[in-house]
């Protein structure tokens, strides 16, 4: 049984997949991890499926990490890390070769891994108050493995704008970006997620399917050497001296020695 996410399926085909940690902001535990594995594997199997709304409960889309997992890739040894990075890659690329359409319901605010969570939808839409973030820089980390993926969807020159900063950045430059493709009030975020979804399911399911495989392929999808790649830069820097300073200093509620004011 999964306890971190839930699927619920309506008599049309659409199913809603719900980050179900909304007390920790849903932030990515390496439980959570699996059971996205395991969910994307189930959705892909169920031929009654036709297309898939990835959204969140509690006021947050997805905080990013779970501390107490970061604490534990800190502590663990070469091995430990780079199985768990390997499990977060094999997530976010289940998710991204999902063979429905899979369409972001952004309630809420993304960090971290939560923009990655947004990179790997077809589509995404947002409430016009969210806030999103690469923050991994503030705690001496890089945005390694869902950074594929963020590449993929904004482009190298718009990434390149909030890669590498961990500036927070607002709804409406998550659009410009192409992170997100349309804002809306809260109270009509239903319906644009409606809107999205509703032109599927007058779509051949096999087509879809194989023309999302074709984007994929044709486009600038992550292969196995850009996901490996981002492996080893996730496994290699959770080695260094400013892995550790940054997450000593955040758990201890201190600036890290680089930050202004120090």
Known sequence: MMETVRIESDERGVATLWLARPEKRNAMSAR??????????????????????????????????DLGWMQDQMAADGETRRREAMALATMLKALNELPKPLIGRVHGNAFGGGVGLISVCDVAVAVETARFGLTET???????????????RMGEGMARRVFMSARVFDAEEAVALGLIRRLVPEEDLDQALEDEVSPYLDCAPGAVAEAKALALRLGASPGEAEIAASIDALVTRWETAEAREGTEAFFAKRKATWMAGT
């Open 32 to 65: 959570m991890i699996a059971e996205l594995t395991e969910a994307a594997a189930r959705l892909a199997e169920d031929n009654a499926i036709r297309a898939v709304v990835l959204a969140a409960e509690g006021s947050v889309f997805c905080a990013g990490g």
């Open 138 to 152: 503030r705690l001496g980390l890089i945005p390694a493995t869902i950074g594929p993926y963020v590449v993929a």
